[in-house]
Nanobody
């Protein structure tokens, strides 16, 4: 059973930084895409960044700009999202998602193409 556990969220002031973590377990696919998404209250889930497990190819959503950086530690089955210069509009629940069909940046426009999700971690940015 695939399990994803996000952590690292919290309350931060605007301009600050956070590093979110996603620990995965139970993934048996030879290769897959894993990514970060967020959903603000009353809004649709949006893609931020994802990567290909095998070769580390990274994809970023254009609106994400360069404030979001995805990285991984394969030895620990961890994926991270570094967020810099946080803004109040970044307030949302941040989710980690996995899918085995290798659609790359397509997931960033179609988050619900991900088959597996974690429970999310809340990020709240105060002005």
């Amino acid at each position: 059973e695939v399990q994803l556990v996000e952590s690292g969220g919290g309350l931060v002031q605007a301009g600050g930084s956070l590093r979110l973590s996603c620990e995965s377990s139970g993934i048996v696919f030879d290769d897959y895409n894993i990514g970060w998404f967020r959903q603000a209250s009353g809004k649709e889930r949006e893609g931020l960044a994802c990567l290909t497990k095998s070769d580390g190819t990274k994809y970023y959503a254009k609106p994400a700009g360069n404030r979001f950086i995805i990285s991984s530690d394969n030895a620990k089955d961890m994926v991270y999202l570094q967020i810099d210069d946080l803004k109040p509009e970044d307030t949302a629940v941040y989710y980690c998602g996995v899918d085995e069909f290798m659609r790359g940046d397509w997931y960033l426009e179609n988050p619900w193409g991900m088959d597996y999700w974690g429970q999310g971690t809340q990020v709240t940015v105060s002005a």
